[in-house]
């Protein structure tokens, strides 16, 4: 989008906004204050959405944790671009964010890996994710034999892992009266961030 003249510094950097958000989403009783729309590219080329949790907002920009040999997986190798929308209902507000898609250091995977529950690492070790499954008891058995392959630690398994969606534009959107909401739209210019407001 062509920056306006009227373009300034946003109210808010735009990483520490997203943070207050999420936090003010939780005080508020949001049910899943952390998920959110990820769109990917698939291979021909059409957009596919599904739900992540945020695991994370940094300078390295919003991080989930997934399977490395899930379709997502495989769309992101092939097109690294991505968008992201989180909808918070309780405060009626929204935030889009565009950018580039980057797996996260294997430091950074582990180390989120071990604060899961045992179930939830059992699990990453059975789901085969997005191949087709013959039955739920396929994946129960799969449960139980890492289970017992595994009867202390459960190590990440290696195609397991997160990435980062590094953010070239965002969009913080405040719902209002009569439909009149507010949105501010964040994106780089030489290296800083500009904002500007769009209509609604
Ligand atoms: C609220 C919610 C949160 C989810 N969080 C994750 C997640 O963090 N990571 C993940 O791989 N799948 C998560 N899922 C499942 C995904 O939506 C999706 O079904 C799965 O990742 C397979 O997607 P794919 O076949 O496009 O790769 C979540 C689903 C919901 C409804």
Not at 3 to 29: C, D, N, T, Y
Not at 179 to 198: E, F, M, P, V, Y
Request: glycine share 4%; with cysteine.
């Amino acid at each position: 989008m062509k920056i306006p003249e009227f373009a300034q510094e946003p109210l808010f950097h735009p990483v520490e906004w997203l943070e207050r958000w999420i936090k003010e989403a939780e005080e508020a009783g949001e049910i899943e204050p952390t998920a959110m729309s990820l769109s990917t590219v698939s291979i021909d080329g059409a957009p596919r959405a599904r739900f992540v949790l945020c695991k994370g907002v940094s300078e390295n920009g919003v991080l989930f944790f997934t399977n490395l040999e899930s379709s997502k997986a495989n769309e992101i190798s092939s097109d690294p671009r991505a968008s992201i929308a989180f909808h918070w209902p309780t405060l009626n507000r929204q935030v889009r964010i565009e950018g580039r898609l980057q797996k996260t250091s294997d430091q950074e995977a582990d180390s989120y890996f071990q604060t899961r529950s045992r179930l939830s690492k059992i699990g990453a070790w059975a789901s085969k994710q997005s191949r087709p499954l013959e039955s739920r008891e396929t994946l129960l058995k799969a449960v139980d034999d890492y289970s017992s392959r595994f009867n202390h630690d459960v190590p990440r398994p290696s195609h397991w892992s997160g990435f980062h969606l590094q953010p070239s534009a965002w969009e913080f959107w405040q719902g209002q009266e009569g439909r009149l909401h507010d949105r501010w739209t964040i994106q780089k210019s030489d290296g800083n961030w500009l904002s500007w407001r769009l209509h609604p």
